[in-house]
């Protein structure tokens, strides 16, 4: 089984609601897409892009990502914000995504330099940045 699909398996296999990607478009009504194990083969063989949506993905338990646009501002980050220590964390084509899970509706939020993304997608591993650079887990998902 080649990584992308060992990937979206595992995202699967907790609850995570992967689409395919353009770049880092959805240009498609990704809300109603559902990935599973009978049209993961063929999306794996023409898509290379890959994202997750941040919804709830348990009664009363709902992904979101922090995502942070520079990796320079990774020391301020970890001073201000206390992240759990097993929490996921994906090193994107300039900073970091954090993969984290809330009781309630986290909803999407901009600041400058840091998004919290609640209602929406995020560009996952293993996608391709339009920079080159791959979506890596530099400390792995292990579950929810």
Do not use: C
């Not at 206390?82 to 999407?108: M, N, Q």
Request: glycine share 6%; proline share 6%.
């Amino acid at each position: 089984m080649d990584n992308t699909k060992l990937l979206l398996t595992q995202y699967m296999a907790l609850g995570l609601h992967p689409i395919h990607l353009e770049g880092k478009i959805a240009r498609y009504h990704w809300k109603d897409f559902n990935l599973n194990k009978d049209n993961i083969n063929w999306h794996v063989k023409h898509y290379k892009n890959w994202g997750i949506r941040t919804e709830m993905i348990k009664p009363d338990l709902y992904f979101y990502v922090v995502d942070l646009d520079s990796k320079d501002r990774i020391a301020d980050l970890w001073e201000k914000i206390d992240f759990p220590s097993d929490a996921p964390i994906v090193s994107t084509g300039r900073g970091y995504h954090f993969y984290l899970t809330w009781r309630s509706e986290v909803k999407t939020i901009h600041f400058e330099g840091l998004d919290v993304i609640g209602n929406g997608y995020v560009v996952a591993p293993p996608s391709i940045h339009p920079n080159g650079k791959q979506y890596k887990f530099i400390r792995p998902l292990k579950d929810t």
